[in-house]
């Protein structure tokens, strides 16, 4: 199975930071990946489809990037709404696997 | 508007059995593949199983496998996970999904989630 790293776990940032996840795949997935938010208590959000396709409705301070086997997860202005746990996703094969998640905190 | 509801959670011990459902509304069911996703508690996400629109094709993850079976009844827009010899570590929130277009692509829609606990 394709296994999906992604660092760094844990980001502490202020509102107004540019911050940046990445996540590498173990193998070639072409652009096969989706972001997703979450926050406690609640599922998940899709945020970005296809490393870079951002879903409607997600604000335009989110992208992002990549492609083959290293992608990331931009957010150019952190706002207090964007504190949570971010997941990537892989979907090129068979598997449909995560990324074991970053949390961004309030610093 | 899409919904997505599950259903069938519970406690259960070791070994037993629980079939969880996911009822939808608000889109076309039969030509939506659709997914199983859990989280064990304090943990991240991980796939379980999916299935194809027509249930003709499904998929499951290796620590499932043999154990959990995924079906789905299009007339009743319903979803379904058949859970056996459950353990301690199928101990988790079971979330519902929605593929965006077909199996290459991301989950759109997400149900709240159902708990299981598996102990004694």
């Known amino acids: 199975d394709i296994q999906m790293t992604q660092s760094p776990s844990t980001l502490s940032a202020s509102v107004g930071d540019r911050v940046t996840i990445t996540c590498r795949a173990s193998q070639n997935i072409n652009r096969w990946v989706a972001w997703y938010q979450q926050k406690p208590g609640r599922a998940p959000k899709l945020l970005i489809q296809k490393a870079s396709n951002l879903e409607s409705g997600v604000p335009s301070r989110f992208s992002g990037s990549g492609s083959g086997t290293e992608f990331t997860l931009t957010i150019s202005s952190l706002q207090p709404d964007d504190f949570a746990t971010y997941y990537c996703q892989q979907y090129n094969t068979y598997s449909w696997t995560f990324g074991q998640g970053t949390k961004v905190e309030i610093k | 508007e899409v919904q997505v509801l599950e259903s069938g959670g519970g406690l259960v011990q070791p070994g037993g059995s629980l079939r969880l459902s996911c009822a939808v509304s608000?889109?076309?069911?039969?030509?939506?593949?659709m997914s199983w996703v859990r989280q064990a508690p304090g943990k991240g996400l991980e796939w379980v199983s999916v299935?194809?629109?027509?249930?003709?094709?499904?998929y499951y993850a290796d620590s499932v496998k043999g154990r959990f079976t995924i079906s789905r009844d299009n007339s009743k827009n319903t979803m379904y996970l058949q859970m056996n010899t459950l353990r301690a570590e199928d101990t988790a929130i079971y979330y519902c999904?929605?593929?965006?277009?077909?199996?290459?692509?991301?989950?759109?829609?997400w149900g709240p989630g159902t708990q299981v606990t598996v102990s004694s």
């Open positions: 608000g889109f076309t069911f039969s030509t939506s593949s």
């Open positions: 999904a929605k593929f965006y277009y077909d199996f290459w692509s991301g989950f759109d829609f």
């Open positions: 299935i194809s629109g027509s249930g003709g094709s499904s």
